[in-house]
Every structure is written in C-alpha cells, then in structure tokens.
C-alpha cells in the first residue's frame, strides 16, 4: 500500500519559518521526481518546487524563489521544503506530489500552513 506522510506544517508569523517533510513508502516502481504543490480555497493546486530523483534539477516558483529550498533523501524515500521568510500569502493546504518513472503520480494528504500574526 502506497503512502505518503506529510508533516511539519502549522501556524507561524510572518518572517517566521517551517519545515514540511514527505516521507514515501510502498510504492514498488522508481521514483522520478518528487514535489510539493499547494492549494487555498476557491484556487488550483499549484506547484510549488520540485527535485527530480536522478540529477538533482530544482523547480521553484517565482513566488518562492529564494525563500523556499527542496532537497531529498533517497535512502529514505523523503523530500522535504524548508520555507524561510514565510508571508500570509503562503497561507494554503501543502501537499506533497510523487511521480514515478513509469508515469504513476501519488498525491499526500496535506497539511496545513498559515502564516498570521
């Protein structure tokens, strides 16, 4: 059985930081890339960063570029995303992505951030 864990969000201040994590089992075939997307209400899931398996290559938003870093574990099967210098405007549902090299995609559960004073 597929599963993907999420943890580490929650409320934070503006300036404040988190750290989400992402840690994958069950899944048979290789991984190609893993990700973090985001949802608030009324929106579309956008995509936030990405690092693939192999090589390392790094996607980031506009929106999160500098403030935010993905890197992974192989050994563990886990990605993670440090976010610095949160803003309200990061305030959404975070869910981790996994796609495999076979086109299969598994979706987290989300977790939840806000970023209020």
């Known amino acids: 059985q597929v599963q993907l864990v999420e943890s580490g969000g929650g409320l934070v201040q503006p300036g404040g930081s988190l750290r989400l994590s992402c840690a994958a089992s069950?899944?048979?075939?290789?991984?190609?890339?893993m990700g973090w997307y985001r949802q608030t209400p009324g929106k579309q899931r956008e995509l936030v960063a990405r690092?693939?398996?192999?090589?390392?290559?790094?996607y980031y938003a506009d929106s999160v570029k500098g403030r935010f870093t993905i890197s992974r574990d192989n050994a563990k099967n886990t990605v993670y995303l440090q976010m610095n210098s949160l803003k309200p405007e990061d305030t959404a549902v975070y869910y981790c992505?996994?796609?495999?090299?076979?086109?299969?995609?598994?979706w987290g559960q989300g977790t939840q951030v806000t970023v209020s004073s």
């Open positions: 992505r996994v796609l495999t090299t076979n086109s299969y995609i598994y």
């Open positions: 069950g899944i048979i075939f290789s991984i190609n890339s």
């Open positions: 690092i693939t398996a192999a090589g390392g290559y790094m």
